[in-house]
């Protein structure tokens, strides 16, 4: 990245001495207008990182610059970020036009360009024509709504959002989604967005950082996160998943984009292709293989397949989701509905898949053939953790 807008470096956050640090080295940068969602579990660190770019809290080390420009020791007030909360923090007692002139007021701008300001903002976020009206009287996505108009309003260096959609119902948090992606993109503004719902930053960033204990596990596109996993973690958290151990027996030639396709030898289940990095042969790693792309057939297929019985069958209209059991494996597979019926309890289905759609995921422990190798996928991500 040239420029980036933003840079983290080995920024460490310890809230004592003796304890485990809540954010651990963590280095990234953003890219001006781009909207990076930092994503993961409950108490891996995404507000604590949040809240020291924000300047609300001192690091322990490591610096944050922005353009260019060493931040680390200056003032929350001289910043210039804009802020939206999971609880709006609106004012309760100013009505909606003067929550979001406040920025304004406390930057002292004349109040002729405050008005212009506000109802630009208000504009932004398609609430012109309640800038009269009493916060209290305002739902929680409005709201949200005037938060986030008044973080904009002062034009920001960066928009930093923490979980703002976590207070909202089901329903209306997927239209504050797009609102909220939509306002950010016309704005163009570089913002931070943190979230623990992987929904949400799949739909909504350019790029995430899959954040787990502190540190970053992956960096990415959406897309790269979701079909590149480069360790357990992130296989797990994004999206559904079945994971086999494997050994990577033989490069079997060039795949798409750099890749190779290898021949795998699935833990108990026979050999399979798959694809991954350069160099991984002679390795045991985890393959993933998410659920829509395993191919699940009430008939043997001719390839290689796996012999499953069928112990969950959920019916969603467009497609089943199936629960099996193959050779003491839980595996989860999804297949789209027929008119002629759906499958039974009980019943035996054959799972397969193309190679491009199994990945070898590079984090797992390599360990060389010949050596002991852990019999299950769990033990391979127990030291995936170690
Ligand atoms: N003020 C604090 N004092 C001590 N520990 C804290 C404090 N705030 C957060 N932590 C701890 O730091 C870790 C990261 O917290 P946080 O950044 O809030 O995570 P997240 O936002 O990802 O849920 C957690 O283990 C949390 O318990
Ligand atoms: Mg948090």
Redesign the pocket.
Known sequence: MNNPKLSIVDLT?R??PG??P??DCLSMSVEEGHLVA?L????????????MVAGLMDPTSGSIMVDGKDITQTPVHKRGMGMVFQSYALFPHMDVAQNVAFGLQMRKVGSKEQNRRVVEALDLVKLGHLAGRQVKELSGGQQQRIAIARALVVEPTLLLL??PLSNLDAKLRENMRTEIRSIQQRTGATTLF?T?DQDEALDMADRIAV?NG?IIEQYGAPAEVYERPQTHFVADFIGQANFFASAVVADDGAAADGERSYVVDVDGFGRFGAVGAAGLAGSTHEIVVRPHRLKTSLQQPAGPFIEGVIERVSYTGDSLSLGLRAGGKELLSQMPTASSGIPRLGQTAYLSWDPADAFIIPGTAGIPHGTERPATADALAAQDVA
């Not at 409950?42 to 990182?49: D, E, F, P, Q, R």
């Open positions: 956050k809230y004592a304890l485990d809540a954010v930092l993961g579990p409950s108490g891996c660190g995404k507000t604590t990182t949040l809240r923490d979980e943190v623990h954040m502190g």
